[in-house]
């Protein structure tokens, strides 16, 4: 199968692919809309990121999850078909080593295909516990242009990494693909019958074009099947399909400011996700108070001579803007001007 390139133990462990694996890889690519990198991830850091998912969500199993996924957003985890939950990891510990985002061998070739400035878009993963059904053939997102055929024929700008933690053999249910679909028309039917799949190894990457179809197999087994699913995206692009109700990315901004300078541009995404959840907590420290009815709103440094801290409409702004409280603060009064 010339979708799959198979990769030495010495190219795992150095990070370096020899040019004609690179080569390879990307040609198959091009060419399907998918490659299978055999044995590109060392198995000791596979192992170590499959215990970082039991640590975070191994105790939840089926049931938990379905409870966790049914609370309210934001959630760290959505439901996506039966028994199968895609779920947003805090990318502490191995999660977030850049040996894992930042892989040197999957950057060189993803390099290729996105370019120099791309970004890790989402850091999520998907769990299929035992009983769930085959997923409908799907694109991670859709063509960017639905006419005119000029969508099917664009270069790719999204690619999703899946990493699987376990050996899955086919009663596990592997990822299936459509071999050449990123080149379909955006409603184009496809068949079962005409779907690929093998089974994948602890160190095995499957790279797919964000526009190949694809579906995760039934589970037949009795084991849960965790996929990590790494996107990355030209920097123009952003996933607003997948990820309304929750964040695609989630590393703390301490760990963030950890990482070495080299790689922290590949995960802006995660700092500016990161930074803006502490909106509000950081709108808590601002020394104002809430506006009091009136003329008048209750400022902790109001200006000399202002009684019991209440604010002339006249009178400076506290906020230091260097405006009438009237024409600041105090616009958002009821009171008429004065």
Same mark, same amino acid.
């Given at each position: ?71 309210? *957003? ?29 892989? +040197? ?24 516990? *035992?009983?769930? +059904? ?20 664009? +270069? ?91 964040? *695609? ?15 922290? +541009? ?73």
């Amino acid at each position: 199968m010339d979708w799959v390139v198979g990769t030495s133990p010495d190219e795992s462990a150095s990070g370096e692919l020899l040019p004609e694996t690179e080569s390879a890889a990307v040609a198959a690519f091009h060419e399907h809309g998918c490659v299978l990198l055999r044995g590109a991830l060392p198995v000791t850091i596979v192992e170590a990121m499959h215990a970082d998912y039991l640590a975070q969500f191994g105790a939840m199993g089926a049931a938990g999850m379905r409870a966790a996924a049914a609370e309210a *957003p934001p959630n760290r985890l959505l439901e996506v078909g039966g028994a199968r939950y895609d779920i947003t990891p805090r990318m502490i510990g191995t999660f977030g080593r850049p040996e894992v985002f930042a892989n +040197p061998a999957l950057l060189k070739i993803l390099r290729q295909l996105l370019g120099r400035g791309m970004q890790l878009s989402n850091f999520t993963m998907v769990v299929s516990h *035992p009983g769930a +059904p085959q997923q409908h053939a799907h694109r991670d997102c859709a063509h960017l242009f639905d006419g005119g055929g000029v969508g099917p024929n664009l +270069p790719v700008y999204a690619v999703n990494v899946a990493v699987p933690l376990i050996d899955v053999d086919l009663e596990t249910g592997p990822t299936a693909v459509w071999l050449g679909s990123h080149r379909l028309p955006q409603n184009a039917a496809v068949k079962d019958a005409d779907m690929t799949h093998c089974a994948l190894r602890r160190g095995d990457c499957m790279m797919l074009d964000y526009r190949t179809l694809h579906a995760g197999l039934a589970n037949r087994s009795q084991e849960a099947r965790p996929i990590v699913y790494m996107v990355y995206a030209r920097p123009w692009f952003f996933d607003d399909v997948n990820h309304v109700k929750r964040i *695609p990315l989630d590393m703390p901004v301490e760990d963030y400011e950890e990482l070495p300078p080299a790689v922290r +541009p590949l995960l802006i995404r995660a700092f500016s996700h990161a930074v803006r959840s502490r909106w509000h907590e950081l709108e808590g420290r601002a020394n104002r108070r809430d506006m009091s009815a009136g003329n008048a709103l209750q400022f902790s440094h109001a200006p000399a001579g202002s009684p019991a801290g209440k604010v002339s409409r006249n009178d400076p702004c506290p906020c230091g803007s260097g405006k009438k409280y009237k024409q600041c603060h105090g616009a958002f009064t009821a009171a008429p001007a004065s």
